[in-house]
Each structure stands twice: as structure tokens, then as C-alpha cells.
């Protein structure tokens, strides 16, 4: 590494790291990214993993929180080849009988799926997804004062139930049900707990107000614009180099860390008083997934061929089901009939794979660090939806929780969401404080995902942790 000074190092280039840079360089402080890999992007990078021609997204691949990001709309990515690619549905639900619901953009017509459900549907989810950009800013963001307190008031009264009391009270028919729990699940733990329906409120608004999108190309594509702008207004990023020590980066005024309490705990404890330590070490982590890439002849042949219209395929039948495989996990077993996530942007995407054939991307949640190989679970449960989907497989790839943390140490023991989103840590991670991003410590910041508002591709906790740093950093007052 070059020794130079620089006003600010972040450690790791994931979105939460890439947001904080660009935030800060955007104020004109020098600032240099330190990644581990040879490449930038943490959870948004794509590859050839199975064949060449088949470009695979290593971890995320659905983008509404990058797409309805308050901080990434601000930013001229397109200018920086980011195309996001709206498919005609968010998401297809399909159940035993053969037929499927769709997600999509309009909510009458979402709704007319739900038989007697029809109304309340459209009165939820209709103020929701009119106010999602002044929503966003207050959702997307540590607890405080709300920006619109009339519209979050109302949002949290729903938002702090858990998901399966909210849809028992709220949706009769088993379908609207089975639809809100799929979503809940983005949670990755049971639906029973409190605050559960966050997420599903969350994520159905975002399929009415901003589309299940994705990147022309693959989700590196996100990865690329954010470095390629951070670079253009003055950012320096620095591969392949793996801090172990915060003595490494003494020559920085400020460090603020895209990683998870256990790392954070590894590199910079020392600098840490033993009590603030303690309650770091006391941060839960959640479960983790097992992923599987494929590469496939043909797109997967689905029993309603309305999944096709839809890049996400939600797999786990009813909530009682999906509700089932959640609460399994959490008491650390995996189960047989997983809620599994697909995604098949190929269908709207021809840069993804050769003519005609295509990708797909599946996971399910598992235990934290389950070794269990949950391969053909989850392609009995596309089977399930999809027969013949075997006879489509060229080749595939799987990674176990194990495998996902060794390809990035923040997914620690494959948890995808840099800690448990249980109510006590879902506002006020990684501990209750006033300003989660500062850390005890002179210059010390955190501004991963273990940080309020949490997993997902957003940037929003980087963005958040480098106003702290604003706030904070006396000596940058002067130059800003
Ligand atoms: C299989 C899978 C599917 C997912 N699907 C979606 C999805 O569809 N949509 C969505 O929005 N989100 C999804 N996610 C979640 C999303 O990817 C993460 O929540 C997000 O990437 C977290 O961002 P981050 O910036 O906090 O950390 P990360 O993206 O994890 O970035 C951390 C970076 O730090 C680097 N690093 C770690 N240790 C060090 C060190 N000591 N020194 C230097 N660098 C270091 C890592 O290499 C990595 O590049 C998925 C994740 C996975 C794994």
C-alpha cells in the first residue's frame, strides 16, 4: 500500500462501504477504500461460476432497495453504465394447485388476485406505495426524530407486528397470506417475531412503488458505477489487501469499518474499552443461506408459465409452510420443504447468458454455519413448482454458509444480513446507542449492515455512518 495521508479509509467496498466513501469524498476529504478482494463490490459482484457466457450473481441479485435507495438516487449512476431492467412482475408466488400470483407494479391489479382481500390489499398497500420516497428516508434510516412522523406513525403501528399476526388479521384468503409471508421471510427469522412484518411491508410496497428491478449485465454492474463515480470525484481504492490490524492505518484520521462486530473485534479491539467490547461481543448473528447457481438449456419450465413473467420466484407454498421452514431454522434444524428464493433474470437480461439459454440463482435459509448440503432440497422445491427442471441443468454451483463467509468474511457463519434482525437489534444495531455508526474509540466509525437500517443493497448504513463522521470530525468542519 502507498503510504500517503488521507482524511478517511473504509475498510471493505460493499455497498454500505462504496456509499460512506463517496459520501465523505463528495465533501471533498481525501478518502481511500481498502478491499480484500481483487475486485470491489462485496455482496455485488457477478462472475462466470458455472460455464463461460453464463454470468452468475455471486450473492445479491434483486434490486428494489438499490433501485428505491433515497442515497443511490441521488447519484449519476447511469451516467456510469448502471441500467436497471424492470421485469412485467416483481414477483411470482406459485402454489400446489399449478397456479401462481404475481406482484406487480399495479396494485389493482395485484389485488384482483386476492378474491375478498381485494379492498383491504388496496387500502394497505396503496397509501404505502404513494409515500415510499418520503417513507424511505425514515425507514432507511437509525432511529430519531421522523422526517414525516404522520406517515411512520402509521407505518410502524403495521410495521411492529409480527408478520403472521398481520396477515391472520388483516388477509382471509390463504393466498394474500402465503404472498405477505414470502416476503416477511426476507426477515430470516420466524414470522411469529415482532416487527417481522416490517419486511413484508416493506418489500410488497417497494414492488408497487419501485419495481423488483436488477442491473443490465449483472449485479457487479452496481458495484462498478459506485467505484467508477467514487473514483471520478477524487476516491482511491486499494484491492487485495486484507486489514487484520487498525495499526495498519494509522496514517487515516478517520477508519470507518464495512464489516461486522466479530471482525471489527478482531482488528481494532484494542483500541476499544473492555466494557464496549463486552457488549459487542454480545451482537447476534442470524441464519445463514445455502446458495445454488445454474446454468440451464432452456428457462425454467414452471407449471404457470406466469412465474416467467417475474425475475423473483418465491417457493415455499402457504405461510403455515413458509412459517414452518422459518421457526425450523431458528431453532437450528433445517427443513425439508425451505422457503427458497429464485431468481431468473436471464429471462429479461439476454447479456446473462449464450442465446437461449439460461441462468438461475436459488437459496434457502438455513441455521447459522448448517453444514448440511440442502442441493437437492432445493431443487426438489423448484421441481415441485417446475417439473422437469433437472432435465434443464448444464451445470450448477453451490455454496454452503461455510463457503459464503470464506468468500466473504462478513457472512459470518453465512448470515447475509451482518446480524440477526431481531427486534432488539433491528434500530439499534450493532448496540443501543444514540449514534450506532461512532464507535468508542478516536476516528473509529462502523457502516456495514450491522448497522441500522440492515441488510440489503441500499447503501443507506454507509451513507448514514458517514454523517455521523461529518458530525463528529471537528477538524473536517472548516474544509466542507
Ligand atoms: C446469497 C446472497 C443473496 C443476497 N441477495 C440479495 C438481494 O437479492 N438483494 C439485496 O438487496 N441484498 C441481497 N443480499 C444481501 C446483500 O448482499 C448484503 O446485505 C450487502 O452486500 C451488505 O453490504 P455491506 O456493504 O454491509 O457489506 P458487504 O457487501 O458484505 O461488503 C463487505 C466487504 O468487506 C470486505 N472485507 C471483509 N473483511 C475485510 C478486511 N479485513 N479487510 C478488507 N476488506 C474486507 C469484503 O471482501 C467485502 O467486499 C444477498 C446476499 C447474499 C450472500
Known amino acids: 500500500m502507498k503510504i500517503q495521508k488521507y482524511d478517511a479509509v473504509v475498510v471493505g467496498s460493499g455497498p454500505n462501504g462504496l456509499a460512506a466513501a463517496i459520501t465523505l469524498a463528495q465533501k471533498n476529504l481525501s478518502v481511500l477504500i481498502v478491499e480484500a478482494k481483487a475486485t470491489v463490490g462485496g455482496g455485488m459482484r457477478s462472475a462466470e461460476l458455472t460455464l463461460p457466457g453464463f454470468v452468475h450473481d455471486i450473492c445479491s441479485a434483486i434490486h428494489?432497495?438499490?433501485s428505491g435507495s433515497p442515497f443511490f438516487r441521488t447519484l449519476p449512476l447511469d451516467r456510469f453504465g448502471l441500467e436497471f431492467i424492470e421485469p412485467p412482475a416483481s414477483l411470482a408466488h406459485p402454489f400446489d394447485d399449478g397456479t401462481a400470483v404475481l406482484l406487480r407494479r399495479s396494485i389493482e391489479e395485484t389485488a384482483a388476485a386476492f378474491g375478498s382481500d381485494k379492498e383491504i390489499y388496496r387500502q394497505i398497500f396503496a397509501p404505502l406505495a404513494e409515500n415510499w420516497t418520503p417513507l424511505a428516508d425514515d425507514i432507511l434510516a437509525p432511529l430519531g426524530i421522523p422526517q414525516h412522523p404522520l406517515l411512520m406513525a402509521r407505518f410502524g403501528l403495521k410495521a411492529l407486528q409480527s408478520a403472521r399476526g398481520f396477515a391472520e388479521r388483516n388477509f382471509q384468503e390463504s393466498r394474500?397470506?402465503?404472498v405477505f409471508a414470502g416476503c416477511a421471510a426476507h426477515s430470516m427469522i420466524p414470522l411469529e417475531n415482532l416487527s417481522t412484518a416490517a419486511f413484508g411491508l416493506v418489500l410488497n410496497t417497494l414492488a408497487h412503488s419501485v419495481g423488483w428491478n436488477f442491473p443490465r449485465g449483472g449485479t457487479q454492474k452496481i458495484a462498478d458505477a459506485l467505484a467508477d463515480y467514487f473514483i471520478s470525484i477524487g476516491g482511491a481504492i486499494e484491492v487485495n489487501h486484507t486489514v487484520e490490524n487498525i495499526a495498519e492505518l494509522d496514517f487515516a484520521d478517520v477508519v470507518l469499518f464495512d464489516l461486522t462486530p466479530q471482525q471489527i473485534l478482531k482488528i481494532a479491539g484494542n483500541r476499544l474499552s473492555e466494557s464496549f467490547r463486552r457488549r459487542l461481543s454480545r451482537f447476534q448473528y442470524g441464519s445463514g443461506v445455502f446458495k445454488m447457481d445454474f446454468a440451464l438449456n432452456s428457462p425454467i419450465p414452471w407449471r404457470d408459465a406466469e412465474c416467467s413473467r417475474a425475475a423473483t420466484v418465491h417457493l415455499g407454498g402457504t405461510m403455515a409452510e413458509i412459517a414452518s421452514a422459518e421457526r425450523l431454522n431458528a431453532r437450528g434444524t433445517t427443513a425439508d420443504n425451505p422457503f427458497v428464493l429464485v431468481a431468473q433474470t436471464s429471462l429479461f437480461d439476454d447479456s446473462r447468458a449464450p442465446a437461449g439459454q439460461h441462468t438461475a440463482w436459488a437459496y434457502c435459509h438455513v441455521p447459522n454455519d448448517s453444514p448440511v448440503?440442502?442441493?437437492?432440497?432445493?431443487?426438489?422445491?423448484i421441481e415441485r413448482f417446475a417439473p422437469g427442471f433437472r432435465d434443464c441443468i448444464l451445470a450448477k454451483k453451490t455454496f454452503s454458509p461455510r463457503d459464503l463467509e470464506n468468500y466473504?468474511?462478513?457472512?459470518?457463519?453465512?448470515?447475509i444480513n451482518g446480524g440477526a434482525a431481531i427486534l432488539s437489534q433491528i434500530f439499534t444495531?450493532?448496540?443501543?446507542?444514540?449514534?450506532?455508526?461512532?464507535?468508542?474509540?478516536?476516528?473509529?466509525?462502523?457502516?456495514?449492515?450491522?448497522?441500522?437500517?440492515g441488510g440489503g443493497v441500499h447503501g443507506m448504513c454507509g451513507f448514514h455512518a458517514a454523517q455521523s463522521v461529518l458530525r463528529n470530525e471537528k477538524q473536517f468542519r472548516g474544509r466542507i
Open 64 to 66: 428494489p432497495l438499490a
Open 176 to 178: 394474500a397470506q402465503a
Open 408 to 415: 466473504n468474511a462478513n457472512y459470518i457463519g453465512g448470515d
Open 429 to 453: 444495531r450493532p448496540v443501543a446507542k444514540i449514534d450506532p455508526y461512532a464507535l468508542p474509540a478516536k476516528g473509529l466509525y462502523i457502516c456495514s449492515s450491522s448497522t441500522p437500517p
Open 373 to 381: 448440503d440442502m442441493s437437492e432440497i432445493i431443487e426438489n422445491q
